[in-house]
């Protein structure tokens, strides 16, 4: 009602109700009419809106309100120290929808320039939506990184002598990380436990907990440690068991044995002994997952995996002309200094209009800015691109006359999420099949921890990315790594390349490619396969070349 300035005294009226409605300790819905009316606060159509809701869960008026209010609000209402006045503030002045909208808009720096809220409440909603992501014990691999670096500089510290490793789902650099897990071997086990059990930052679940394996919690944040214990002799075998997916130890690797019984027999001095006795291709950590890497190493067929190294250039990057938080000069001069060859810049289109997306005008000043930095910075070069939503209907956002200035087009769903799998993905490769997108953006739209990605047929997607000659994107902000790693290997195998993009919104963003690369190599990708892993002129032509085959 705030958020829809409703009449103040209405407000009130339901305010008042509600406090006497709490107070009480009664179970309303268990509460007739005459029983409800002599509760103070409580008038005719309080009741009334009781009675509703008692037979249909919702009532009119509500019902009412919610039709004006689009569904992300909701969620973003829900953000600790955002009131409904605030929120309509950020819906009304910058079109905030969602809590990715929001973050993106604190990211940017957007947030902290409306009257009111100053980079302190912007830092604030950061971190808010970042808990309330969070909360539920699961973390990103991004923001516990150095958090498990730290404890295993800790437990090394408390035992020197000892070996250590990280084993389980962070071994493997799963996206989603629910629990920190280590192992430690040692000939002074008792002692080495007793150090650890002593840590202040570790509430331990002695319950839990066995001879052989501590359980706990940090208190600093809501993360599952766990840490295994066994002898000096038995460090390799076990090191090898738990860094592994149950999965991949289930997998067998002739036909008698698992792999869980060939690690148990512990005739082997290194990892790579353990693999090559068996007759296996050494398989990285990232890729024991049991998703066949095991039958592609009887093969032979793992292939030399992507590493940060191979990637020559950056391909959508956000400036300040739509909603970045660095001019293109600055985006384009630390792509350069990190000694990349390109940058490829793909600010939003117009529909993103809660983004600062470009207008036919704006798109033609940032043209000529950038071919005046391309010949100052040369041979350093800035590809035009545009981050094109993709409408309701699969069309791209512009004429094709100024989707043909480009040099590549990145396709992206940035609105109306909701809808099913078949129209979802029926208005992807509606998409997909128009000849001047070049790169399928995020294609599920995920927020890892924060909302369920885009109903898609990934096979359809790929399959008819394969036939339109598409490249799709792994977008490796931590948020998304989108396309899934779990899809790598498919669409290596008909044949669609795919792009490391960071969706930077800002110079540190960059930074991002590590985890897009992680994502790369969990699904088995090469450089071969990797789009900006092309040299600058090499990528120049790729661009040129799917031009004049539209221009015809």
């Not at 039709?67 to 605030?86: D, H, R, S, Y």
């Not at 930052?201 to 944040?221: A, D, H, N, V, Y």
């Not at 766990?226 to 997998?251: G, N, R, T």
Request: charged content about 30%.
């Amino acid at each position: 009602m705030e958020l829809h300035d409703e009449n103040p005294f209405k407000i009130r009226s339901y305010q008042s109700a509600l406090i006497s409605l709490e107070r009480g300790d009664q179970d309303i819905m268990g509460l007739s009419e005459a029983e409800l009316a002599k509760i103070q606060g409580v008038g005719k159509s309080m009741v009334d809106a009781i009675q509703q809701l008692k037979e249909t869960d919702t009532f009119p008026f509500l019902d009412e309100l919610l039709a004006k209010t689009p569904e992300g609000i909701l969620e973003v209402l829900q953000i600790k120290g955002l009131g409904p006045k605030k929120v309509k503030m950020l819906w009304e002045e910058l079109g905030i929808t969602s809590t990715h909208e929001l973050m993106e808009a604190c990211q940017s720096g957007k947030v902290a320039k409306i009257k009111g809220f100053g980079e302190k409440t912007q830092n604030t909603i950061i971190e808010n939506l970042e808990f309330k992501a969070s909360n539920s014990g699961k973390w990103l691999y991004a923001d516990i990184e150095e958090m498990i670096s730290q404890l295993k500089e800790t437990f090394q510290i408390m035992a020197p002598e000892a070996d250590l490793a990280v084993v389980g789902d962070f071994a493997r650099q799963l996206e989603i990380i629910t629990e920190a897990e280590f192992l430690i071997a040692s000939d002074e086990l008792a002692t080495v436990k007793s150090k650890i059990k002593a840590m202040d930052s570790i509430e331990w679940i002695l319950l839990e907990s066995g001879p052989r394996t501590l359980r706990g919690k940090l208190k600093e944040i809501d993360l599952r440690v766990s840490i295994h214990f066994c002898a000096k002799d038995d460090f390799l075998w076990k090191k090898l068991s738990l860094i592994a997916s149950p999965l991949h130890l289930e997998a067998m690797v002739d036909e008698k044995e698992s792999v869980a019984k060939k690690l148990q027999k512990k005739d082997f001095s290194s990892e790579e002994e353990f693999f090559s006795i068996n007759n296996l291709q050494f398989i990285p950590a990232e890729m024991r997952e049991g998703f066949g890497e095991v039958a592609l190493a009887k093969e032979n067929k793992i292939p030399e995996l992507l590493t940060e190294k191979d990637l020559k250039g950056i391909l959508h990057n956000h400036s300040t002309y739509s909603d970045g938080k660095h001019s293109l000069r600055q985006m384009a001069e630390y792509c350069k200094e990190l000694g990349y060859e390109y940058l490829g810049i793909s600010d939003h289109s117009k529909t993103a209009f809660y983004a600062g997306g470009l207008t036919e005008d704006q798109i033609l000043k940032q043209h000529q800015e950038i071919d005046a930095l391309n010949t100052e910075m040369a041979p350093f070069r800035i590809f035009k691109g545009i981050e094109s939503d993709i409408l309701t209907d699969g069309k791209l956002d512009y004429a094709d006359d100024v989707l043909a200035s480009f040099d590549f087009i990145v396709a992206s769903v940035h609105s109306i999420l909701n809808m099913d799998i078949k129209r979802a993905t029926t208005r992807l490769i509606t998409a997909i099949e128009n000849p001047y997108t070049t790169i399928l953006g995020h294609p599920t739209g995920r927020l890892l921890l924060r909302r369920q990605g885009y109903p898609i047929d990934h096979k359809a997607i790929i399959d008819a990315c394969a036939a339109n000659n598409v490249v799709i994107e792994i977008n490796s902000n931590p948020w998304r790594l989108d396309l899934d790693w779990r899809w790598v290997h498919y669409a290596m195998e008909q044949g669609v390349m795919l792009s490391i993009n960071p969706d930077a919104h800002a110079m540190e963003g960059y930074a991002d490619m590590k985890y897009g690369v992680l994502v790369g190599r969990k699904g088995g990708l090469t450089k071969e396969m990797t789009l900006n892993a092309m040299s600058g002129e090499e990528i120049r032509t790729y661009f040129n070349t799917r031009l004049e085959k539209v221009k015809g």
